[in-house]
């Protein structure tokens, strides 16, 4: 499946801020411009079409989960997690780190 790379990319790096500059970088060889790569935040979501980019497997991650949004459903926010729990995604492609 392609990517769309110019719709904005949710990054999850689970408390990794080690890798935030690696995983951007990353996002940026695969062709996603700097201005919509965002922080994934707990308090707002993507829309269906754009994408998460999710650092793969915590704690100690080698490689970015890339994902496209199918599905967002109003829930309460949850934990960590927050409003992404109403999120629906497939697994679209991986980059390793």
Do not use: C
Not at 61 to 88: C, F, R
Request: charged share 20%; hydrophobic share 40%.
């Amino acid at each position: 499946m392609s990517m769309d790379n110019a719709k904005a990319v949710y990054l999850f790096v689970h408390g990794r801020m080690d890798l935030m500059q690696k995983s951007v970088d990353a996002l940026l060889t695969k062709g996603f411009s700097k201005e919509n790569i965002f922080p994934a935040s707990p308090t707002k979501v993507g829309q269906i079409g754009e994408y998460m980019a999710m650092l793969w497997m915590p704690p100690n991650p080698d490689h970015i989960k890339i994902q496209k949004i199918t599905k967002v459903e109003a829930v309460e926010p949850q934990g960590m997690i927050g409003l992404w729990k109403g999120v629906s995604k497939e697994d679209i492609t991986t980059i390793p780190l």
